[in-house]
């Protein structure tokens, strides 16, 4: 019992990680966009190749996928996000789609349909025993990883100047301008920063999610409901509703294998009906 | 009798009272102005008494029936509309249709899915004749987005017509109207059958002095003074808080 | 119903010539639909060793101009229609293996149960932002998708539903071999919910959906039930998209969860695209250049076609949907001007 709570918490801090960029540009800067996971799946197949193809070091593999897909991001940002956060939110659907189309063939075509797996080091792979109960190393490593970055997005973005720049610049974004803040590089930075997350949470989740190119597509729901539920005023809604979704996963395809998914959507369109626009509105304020 | 009636209106947003405790009865076939300076409230108002916002307290009642809790739409059914400040209208339609189909809903055919809209002669003939009168005959045929802003704000107030309301709430509906122009606004309103009641939010004071006979004042989202014409004309407490102000 | 001539109306009204022949002019039948149709007829003995890809042409075309009513007219993005497709397209498969076989009998029974989804869904699409709306009709399609997976006792979960073959077409035209009635089947359904389409859209219902979706808060303003009209066009489309789903499994007597994958609910939103959204015939024109798109990519690139067809969406929307969707409706827009000059 306690182990699959522990992992659905360990689950649930990958989902956080996965879907915190999306959570910024979706529901502060207005932008659907459906193809969130494709960053994510970058990032676990830059550890795929840096370990399998050349030896590398596990360790050195998470910064290296955050760096890639933030790159990714930020360059996707400058070319092609960037001209559609005016546009309908049909056409950034379409553009987003249209993007996962391409990472996923394009994911097929340079490495193969197949399941990637790696080789964890040593040391985080097998179970240990803590009071009594059998926890797996690399969940627990995960768990503590991503508490750290939860902690220190929430403090990046109430405590320091660019976190303060992004509110302005999402709250208004012609008054920020007015106020000499360069609200097109505190976007591309953002959206780089998130993407960059993705592809960490990606790498990190190879492991528990498994990777192969339809990635995107597959967790696409997982983290709009993140989104959807946490909603967007703060780091630590999103957090909770990661983590719960996490928990209910785990647990729903564990216990009830057959109805697991239903309980999921189930309750997303509940809480939809219930909160259609509550659960998007920035912090309440209409 | 009474056409427009609120009870302690109140509306809040967030911690503003943006509307508050408005209490207003405007008489049937009345020509009733509501002036005040820049934010005191007018539009939002005119979005309670349309069911565009929902109030946070008190009530409105349309020749003494409580419509507070219908949907806007169906307020519209109950004999009450209005014209926006910014032109609202639909910018692929051509006037006719825009007409046809505000005609269309009023006379209750507008959920009719099997019929074409060119069989209802009576419609469109009715929107032909509204058009021609509001001089948008010319035009009737061309997309909305593309003519003239004069020509728009024409039929958005041509399109509040078209719903034959009993009470009609106009929003400023001479701005950036040409000058020549906009008497003809106002002779097409003064025009309406004595028994439609109009409620006018106007900047132009000449323009209120001329068309209303009653007028309320709001200020800060309370009403200030309220009165015929003439007389809240002399009142000193208003001259100071507004006309002295503006002019 | 006729509208008796009112007594309150202060001015009677003049017959204005001009002006009911404009409003006429808005349904008039053009150039560019006889065409469509006639060759569409023409196929049938020209092409007819490619009746199976005209079939796949029709089927689509049919589920995108079910979209094109909630897209193109009511305004609402969803990312899930293809669970009014899926639906029509099991229920048809289980009547035909369990009850009755007879085609025409089974599109109906899944258009009334895809309708009944449209239904039951609709209030779910009333409210909200385009987000909720994506998630609620992306949520729906996914359920039923785990659920066809889930239960597969009934449905040959991942497996699918086969071993069932339909009677013939109300008893008297068989499915041939090479799929020569199951393509004329197929088109007299597609072109008679195209036909109640295009009523629907030239009505009174259908001026008032245009509206809501240009300026919801004035279309409130001249008395229309907005509500009222989105739950009733949603459950027509359902059915129509029902009926798409019907027609693949009885031409293909199979089938499986893939009816309810995500991809088909893009791909129809990528076909509408291609078309043009809001003219009902943008789904038939863009059937045909999407499925010969994919044909044609599926040939050169076997695997790995989504990638095009992902560039094409991207450069669709960056080009600007309107400019590029705009030149179907140019050319048949000139061919019918000359052709009402010349009459």
């Not at chain 1, 302005?168 to 591309?188: E, S």
């Not at chain 2, 009719?112 to 021609?132: C, K, P, T, Y």
Request: charged residues 15%; glycine residues 12%.
């Amino acid at each position: 019992m306690l182990t699959i709570l522990f992992d659905g918490i360990a689950y649930g801090m990958l989902l956080f990680i996965l879907a915190c960029g999306l959570t910024i540009t979706l529901g502060l800067m207005n932008f659907i966009n459906l193809a969130h996971g494709a960053f994510a799946m970058t990032g676990g197949y830059v550890t795929v190749v840096m370990m399998n193809r050349y030896g590398l070091s596990f360790y050195w593999c998470l910064p290296a996928a955050f760096f890639v897909s933030a790159a990714l991001g930020a360059i996707l940002e400058r070319t092609l996000y960037r001209r559609l956060y005016q546009a309908s939110h049909l056409d950034q659907v379409l553009f987003s789609v249209g993007l996962v189309f391409m990472a996923v063939a394009a994911a097929d075509y340079v490495m193969g349909g197949q399941q990637q797996l790696i080789q964890l080091p040593p040391e985080l792979s097998g179970r240990t025993e803590i009071i009594g109960i059998g926890i797996g190393r690399y969940r627990l490593f995960t768990i503590v990883v991503c508490a750290f970055l939860a902690m220190g997005l929430q403090l990046i973005l109430s405590k320091t100047r660019f976190g303060s720049r992004l509110r302005a610049a999402v709250d208004d974004r012609r008054v920020a301008m007015g106020l000499g803040i360069n609200v097109p590089v505190v976007f591309a930075l953002t959206f780089a920063f998130g993407s960059g997350l993705a592809g960490l949470g990606g790498a990190m989740g190879a492991e528990i999610l498994g990777l192969d190119p339809n990635f995107p597509l597959k967790f696409m729901i997982y983290f709009l409901i993140v989104v959807a539920v946490g909603g967007t005023s703060t780091v630590s809604g999103p957090f909770l509703a990661a983590i719960l979704l996490g928990i209910a996963d785990v647990a729903g395809k564990y216990y009830v294998p057959a109805i697991g998914p239903f309980v999921i959507y189930g309750l997303m369109i509940l809480m939809l009906i219930v909160r259609p626009n509550g659960l998007f509105a920035r912090g309440g304020a209409r | 009798m009474i056409a427009l009636e609120t009870q302690g209106l109140k509306r809040r947003f967030g911690a503003f009272v943006v509307t508050n405790d408005v209490s207003l009865r405007v008489e049937r076939g009345a020509r009733h102005a509501l002036i005040g300076p820049n934010g005191a409230g007018k539009t939002t108002l005119i979005n309670l008494l349309t069911g565009v916002l929902k109030p946070s307290a008190g009530c409105i009642l349309l020749e003494g029936e409580d419509i507070t809790a219908l949907p806007a739409h169906r307020r519209v059914k109950k004999g009450i509309t209005r014209t926006f400040q910014i032109n609202q209208l639909f910018g692929e339609y051509t006037p006719l249709e825009t007409l046809a189909l505000a005609i269309g809903e009023r006379d209750g055919i507008g959920g009719n899915l099997v019929r074409d809209l060119g069989s209802f002669d009576d419609v469109v003939d009715e929107a032909a004749e509204l058009l021609s009168r509001f001089g948008l005959g010319s035009v009737m045929g061309q997309r909305t987005a593309t003519l003239a802003y004069g020509k728009q704000r024409l039929l958005e107030i041509a399109l509040a017509f078209a719903s034959k309301p009993r009470v009609l709430l106009l929003d400023e509906p001479a701005a950036g109207v040409p000058e020549d122009e906009r008497h003809e606004v106002l002779k097409i309103v003064s025009d309406l059958p004595g028994d439609v009641t109009v409620l006018l939010i106007e900047h132009d004071m000449d323009l209120v002095f001329s068309f209303a006979t009653c007028i309320t004042v709001l200020v800060a989202g309370a009403i200030f003074a309220e009165g015929p014409a003439t007389e809240v004309a002399n009142d000193a407490r208003v001259k100071a808080v507004y006309l002295g102000e503006s002019a | 119903m006729s509208v008796v001539a009112d007594g309150s109306r202060a001015l009677a009204p003049m017959p204005d010539d001009a002006a009911r022949s404009q409003i006429r002019r808005r349904s008039r039948i053009r150039l560019y639909e006889l065409v469509i149709w006639f060759l569409a007829v023409a196929a049938i003995i020209v092409l007819p060793s490619k009746m199976l890809i005209l079939t796949e042409i029709a089927i689509l075309a049919l589920f995108a101009v079910s979209l094109d009513l909630v897209l193109g007219f009511a305004g609402i993005v969803s990312l899930g229609h293809t669970a009014f497709f899926g639906l029509g397209a099991y229920v048809a498969g289980l009547f035909a293996r369990h009850y009755f076989a007879e085609p025409v009998a089974g599109l109906i029974l899944a258009g009334a149960a895809s309708g009944l989804l449209g239904f039951a869904t609709s209030f779910l699409v009333l409210r909200g932002s385009d987000l909720t709306r994506l998630m609620t009709t992306l949520g729906i399609a996914l359920m039923l998708g785990e659920l066809a997976n889930q239960m597969g006792w009934l449905t040959g979960g991942a497996d699918g539903l086969s071993g069932f073959s339909l009677d013939p077409i109300l008893g008297l035209f068989e499915f041939d071999l090479w799929g020569r009635n199951g393509y004329i089947y197929c088109l007299a359904v597609l072109f008679t919910s195209t036909m109640i389409a295009r009523r629907i859209a030239y009505s009174p219902f259908g001026l008032s959906l245009k509206a809501i979706k240009t300026n919801p808060m004035r279309a409130a303003m001249v008395g229309v039930p907005a509500r009222r009209r989105i739950i009733i066009v949603y459950t027509v489309a359902a059915v129509m998209a029902g009926f798409s789903g019907a027609l693949l499994t009885q031409t293909t007597s199979f089938v499986s969860p893939d009816v309810l994958a995500f991809h088909r609910s893009a791909d129809v939103l990528l076909v509408l695209v291609i078309g043009g959204t809001g003219y009902l015939y943008g789904g038939i024109l863009g059937a045909i250049g999407f499925t010969l798109l994919r044909d044609w990519l599926s040939v050169v690139t076997p695997q790995y076609w989504m990638f095009w067809i992902g560039l094409l969406l991207i450069i669709l929307v960056l080009v600007g949907r309107d400019r590029l969707a705009g030149w179907m409706q140019y050319l048949p827009g000139r061919l019918a001007q000359s052709r009402s000059s010349r009459s």
